[in-house]
């Protein structure tokens, strides 16, 4: 492409766009991280100082730490973020079926998921992708699904697939009959921070989509969601199947 042409142009543009946010999202993660430690040091002098302080300036104290824990967790969800933009790809053939088992595995060795019934396909084509980037992929929705069906007894998670609008494309499927959303809120999902429920029914940041379909913009795929209230959700994965691509 010569230097005028407009493709050429707009996809310098965006790559520079991709660079910029990068740089500012690593810059806002490190520089605030000295701030928030000095705060959480001076409320641990202020309650070791004061221990007999009265009830109501302990509470206080006990909100500006559990605020400057929520921060820095958040630091470290945007630090992620930006990781998954710079992160060399190694595309490879990824068998999906046997690394799905493997993260629900992990899941109820790691959680009291023992109410969860699993439907794993066991036949899923062998797709084109980044083996690490998928297994966060993976790990991060199933690992939602069982979360938001927690109280569901029993609840019902179902990895399937089915072949996309071209035959080379592979669809995968993830399905959970939990508290589900409104369908007008999908994409409130996909924002940083995005959380549709309080922190006190379900733990997390709302990075896990964010940086889900961060890894899947790089694959070359796509990555949706719909559900409904206390209906569950189901979210839609596309990657090209490996049978279609060339490793050279």
């Known amino acids: 492409m010569s230097a005028d042409d407009p493709l050429a142009i707009l996809q310098q543009q965006l790559e ?18 000295a701030p928030l430690r000095h705060i959480t040091a001076y409320v641990q002098v202020m309650t ?22 929520l921060l820095g967790q958040q630091l470290d969800g945007l630090t992620q973020l930006s990781r998954w933009g710079q992160q060399e790809i190694r595309l490879q053939a990824v068998n999906v079926s046997v690394m799905a088992q493997e993260v629900a595995n992990t899941i109820m060795q790691n959680s009291s ?11 899923v084509p062998l797709v084109w992708a980044d083996a690490d980037m998928l297994h966060s992929v ?4 199933l690992g939602n699904a069982v979360k938001f069906s927690q109280n569901r007894r029993p609840a019902h998670i179902t990895l399937d697939w089915y072949c996309g ?12 009959n939990g508290v589900g959303f409104a ?10 921070f995005g959380k549709l429920h309080p922190v006190r029914e379900f733990e997390g940041l709302g990075m896990g989509l964010v940086c889900s379909r961060k890894i899947f913009e790089r694959l070359g795929g796509f990555i949706s969601i719909e559900g409904g ?7 839609t994965m596309g990657l090209p199947k490996a049978a279609t691509q060339n490793p050279s």
């Open 16 to 33: 520079t766009l991709r660079l910029e946010f990068q740089e500012f999202t690593s810059t806002v993660s490190h520089d605030l991280r």
């Open 48 to 69: 070791e100082d004061w221990p007999d302080m009265p009830q109501d300036m302990a509470d206080h104290l006990a909100t500006i730490r559990q605020s400057a824990q």
């Open 113 to 123: 998921a023992h109410h969860v019934q699993w439907h794993l396909a066991k036949d």
């Open 138 to 141: 993976l790990s991060n929705l």
């Open 165 to 176: 609008e071209k035959p080379s494309q592979c669809c995968i499927c993830i399905n959970d």
């Open 183 to 192: 369908p007008g809120q999908a994409k409130a999902l996909f924002k940083v």
């Open 229 to 235: 209230l206390q209906q569950g959700c189901r979210i």
